[in-house]
């Protein structure tokens, strides 16, 4: 059974975040209810780690700009401006990078919201992109790269990319199963 869901950003300040690096700068910034990374810095952790769960994020990405959600610190769901681009990998937007490409294109142009909906229930993962299914049912083979460890914990937290580019979400919400 779901639990209730849980604000993981409140909008008003970084209150349940850390840096990933606490020594180094970082350009993240909250204004109008959003989460901003204004330039290349750092990624941005949950303090609470989180087992099975149900995830919402809402994200802008601008043009020619590069992130990613971190399920569990460990598993990339690449955000990218991509819409019209191929890759010779799994990096298109929505995919579980240098993993598997998207079932579906169902990403928005660059400059325009978009909503990500992810499931994942030990090592499976199903994300709907825009309301699109765009991964069903996948089993995750492990770290996808950048990750914060090499191993496969049953917790771990959400860490946003900040090191590649201008990125901005809003509307962070976890449900855990």
């Not at 294109?105 to 909503?115: D, M, V, Y």
């Amino acid at each position: 059974m779901a639990g209730e869901w849980i604000e993981l950003f409140n909008g008003e300040d970084l209150t349940g975040w850390r840096m990933r690096h606490s020594d180094r700068d970082h350009t993240w910034s909250v204004h109008d209810g959003i989460l901003d990374n204004l330039n290349q810095g750092i990624d941005i952790i949950t303090e609470r780690v989180f087992g099975d769960f149900e995830l919402h994020i809402e994200y802008l990405v601008p043009e020619d700009s590069n992130s990613g959600i971190y399920l569990r610190g460990r598993y990339e769901l690449q955000i990218i401006d991509s819409l019209g681009k191929t890759y010779s990998y799994p990096a298109e937007n929505g995919a579980l990078y240098n993993q598997k490409c998207v079932d579906v294109e169902a990403s928005k142009p660059a400059g325009e919201w978009q909503t990500l909906e992810a499931k994942l229930k030990g090592m499976v993962l199903t994300v709907f992109l825009n309301g699109a299914k765009i991964h069903d049912n996948v089993t995750i083979e492990g770290p996808t790269g950048g990750h914060l460890a090499d191993d496969n914990p049953p917790e771990g937290p959400i860490m946003l990319q900040g090191d590649h580019g201008p990125v901005q979400f809003r509307n962070i919400r976890l449900r855990e199963l």
